[in-house]
């Protein structure tokens, strides 16, 4: 069975956990706290969603990371090979209070965060609707709510691609990370914010 973990547990990666939770699927959800902080969040998820530490999280097949942008080399310094591991980038280079763009030196975001996780296949996912948004029924409008997805992996993608179409999203890929990377960048690209349906 493929294992799940969630780093952050603030506004996208709880979001993510109770998408799960809503569907039946088991998680590990870590924060810079530690699990025992989690506590109200895994009351309210179980039996699905359990705190671990980061290092725990990070053993799943498959890891969302959500965590603010300059807070990813902290949060993932340290941690072993991620050996093939699928990481899901849900992150964004801009954060509270200020809401600066990050300065990203010409890269795309992804391709710093993928630079984090050596070893780790990267998807970038689940970063472009607001969390408040993500979290609700994505059979919406009539159809169901589009979730992008890109990465340079193909196998890494079609298991991505999977867990959205379980999870009730229609999944839209926009390709490798050096497309669809930038499609999906926020700020910057087109695409976030924006709620697309998908109708059959
Ligand atoms: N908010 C949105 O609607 C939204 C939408 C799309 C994408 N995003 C992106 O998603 C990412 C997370 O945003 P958010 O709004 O969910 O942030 P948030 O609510 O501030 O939550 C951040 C989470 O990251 C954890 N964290 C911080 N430093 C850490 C560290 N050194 N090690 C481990 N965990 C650490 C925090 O744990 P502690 O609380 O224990 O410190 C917290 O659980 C950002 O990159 C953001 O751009 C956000």
Redesign the pocket.
């Known amino acids: 069975m493929t294992t799940i973990g969630i780093?952050?547990?603030?506004?996208?990666?709880?979001?993510f956990a109770r998408i799960l939770a809503r569907n039946g699927i088991a998680a590990t959800i870590?924060?810079?706290?530690?699990p025992e902080?989690l506590t109200s969040l895994t009351d309210e998820l179980a039996p699905h969603i359990k705190a671990g530490t980061?290092e725990a999280a990070a053993q799943a097949d498959i890891v969302l990371?959500?965590?603010?942008?300059s807070?990813?080399p902290?949060?993932?310094a340290g941690l072993p090979n991620w050996n093939g591991r699928i990481v899901i980038d849900?992150?964004?280079?801009?954060?509270?209070p200020l809401f600066k763009p990050a300065d990203l030196n010409g890269r795309l975001s992804t391709e710093i965060v993928a630079g984090l996780v050596p070893g780790a296949r990267v998807v970038k996912a689940?970063?472009?609707?607001?969390?408040?948004?993500?979290t609700k029924d994505p059979h919406a409008e009539g159809g169901s709510r589009v979730l992008f997805y890109s990465g340079d992996d193909e196998s890494a993608k079609a298991e991505v691609a999977a867990l959205i179409e379980k999870l009730g999203f229609a999944g839209v890929d926009l390709g490798p990370i050096s497309i669809g990377g930038r499609l999906a960048q926020?700020p910057g690209g087109p695409l976030?914010a924006n709620n697309f349906v998908k109708f059959a």
């Open positions: 780093i952050g547990a603030g506004n996208i990666g709880s979001a870590a924060n810079s706290r530690g902080t980061i990371i959500a965590v603010p942008w807070k990813l902290s949060a993932l849900a992150n964004n280079p801009i954060e509270a689940f970063n472009h609707l607001l969390a408040a948004l993500l926020f976030p």
